[in-house]
């Protein structure tokens, strides 16, 4: 989302992080194998109060491995050409190379954003 900031990314950039996203569910742990990615969160410079609103009104979004298996869902706010979870986490972390975003409405459902 290059250009002007919309009111809430102002609104991130003056508390801390220009984006941040928060992972609310880890496929990869579901059955025990994993220990729990749920609640780990970024940039390193978001605040608790960022990191909560985004949990509460962010987009969801999930991050997929080579062969479109889901390992992490979570939530964003802010403008991914700042940064983004698949490059702050997801790749280092599990080697996720997708990265999609929920969208609601008729025709909506999983897109493909980074992969």
Same mark, same amino acid.
């Given at each position: 989302?290059? &250009?002007?900031?919309?009111?809430?990314?102002?609104?991130?950039? +003056?508390?801390?992080?220009? =984006?941040?996203?928060?992972? %609310?569910?880890? *496929?990869?742990?579901?059955?025990?194998?994993?220990?729990?990615?749920?609640?780990? +969160?970024?940039?390193? &410079?978001? %605040?608790?109060?960022?990191?909560?609103? +985004?949990?509460?009104?962010?987009?969801?979004?999930?991050?997929? @491995?080579? @062969? &479109?298996?889901?390992?992490?869902?979570?939530? %964003?706010?802010?403008? *991914?050409?700042?940064? @983004?979870? *698949?490059? @702050?986490?997801?790749?280092?972390?599990?080697?996720?190379?997708? =990265?999609?975003?929920?969208?609601?409405?008729?025709?909506?459902?999983?897109?493909?954003?980074?992969?």
């Amino acid at each position: 989302m290059a &250009g002007t900031a919309m009111p809430q990314e102002r609104e991130l950039q +003056a508390q801390g992080a220009p =984006y941040v996203w928060v992972i %609310t569910r880890d *496929l990869l742990a579901e059955d025990g194998s994993f220990e729990s990615e749920v609640g780990t +969160a970024g940039p390193s &410079g978001a %605040t608790d109060e960022q990191i909560e609103e +985004a949990r509460r009104r962010g987009t969801r979004f999930r991050m997929l @491995d080579d @062969d &479109g298996e889901p390992y992490y869902e979570g939530r %964003t706010l802010g403008p *991914l050409d700042e940064g @983004d979870p *698949l490059n @702050d986490f997801g790749a280092p972390n599990a080697g996720c190379t997708m =990265y999609e975003e929920w969208q609601e409405g008729p025709g909506g459902g999983w897109k493909g954003v980074i992969g």
